[in-house]
């Protein structure tokens, strides 16, 4: 049974500041891992899909990486700004389902 | 990416009673899903919504309590029945294309008292 593990649970960095959040899996046989924001009492924000034969994938300020092998990705922020807090969870969906398996998630403070 | 307008955004209900959720999706989409995230909690799936056949249940979750409707490939309902104060919690659906992305409807803040 796929296990999804986001560290650190919390994170408070200042404004302006890159920043990384890891997110690890146990099974390496995905097909695709995505990355969302959520804001405090609403709904999940799509961010990035990373397909499972891609390495990273760019949106903006945003980068995430994949590395099957190892069973981790990776967001990054660059230049943070406190429009950035929130809740980020990675979810991987597994190659012989259409489900998504959840981490709980690193809440993320940007300090002004 | 398909938008997923889900209501009502939240409400307050009293014990013993229902609630119906609905999604309505801007597309056709062949997966909607259903998930709770209690308060500082994960997600949680409670169900896939299939179209034209009864949902698939996830373990601790059954139908009696928690019925689904999915009558085509843009709309799902979600109904919470015999409501207790433990069945508090955010609800939410989802729905894509695994080849794609999921995304996720808006939400909806239930209080039962």
């Known amino acids: 049974k796929q296990e999804v593990t986001q560290i650190p649970a919390a994170l408070s960095v200042p404004e302006g500041e890159n920043l990384v959040l890891n997110c690890s899996f146990t099974d390496s046989a995905i097909y695709n891992l995505q990355w969302f924001r959520q804001d405090p009492g609403k709904g999940l924000t799509s961010l990035l899909l990373i397909q499972s034969s891609q390495r990273e994938q760019t949106s903006g300020r945003l980068n995430a990486s994949l590395d099957k092998s190892s069973g981790r990705s990776t967001l990054y922020i660059a230049a943070s700004q406190p429009g950035d807090s929130a809740t980020y969870l990675c979810?991987?969906?597994?190659?012989?389902?259409?489900?998504?398996?959840f981490g709980k998630g690193t809440k993320l403070s940007v300090i002004p | 990416s398909a938008v997923i307008s889900q209501k009502p955004s939240r409400d307050i209900c009293q014990r013993g009673t229902s609630l119906t959720i609905q999604c309505q999706v801007d597309s056709q989409v062949t997966m909607m899903f259903w998930y709770r995230q209690q308060p500082g909690q994960s997600l949680t799936l409670i169900a896939t919504a299939n179209q034209g056949s009864e949902a698939t249940y996830e373990s601790g979750f059954v139908i009696d309590k928690f019925p689904i409707s999915r009558p085509n490939l843009t709309f799902s309902t979600l109904t919470v029945s015999n409501m207790s104060p433990e069945d508090s919690s955010i609800y939410l659906c989802?729905?894509?294309?695994?080849?794609?992305?999921?995304?996720f409807g808006s939400g909806t803040r239930l209080t039962v008292v």
């Open positions: 989802s729905g894509g294309e695994r080849d794609y992305g999921y995304t």
């Open positions: 979810a991987a969906c597994g190659a012989g389902s259409y489900q998504l398996t």
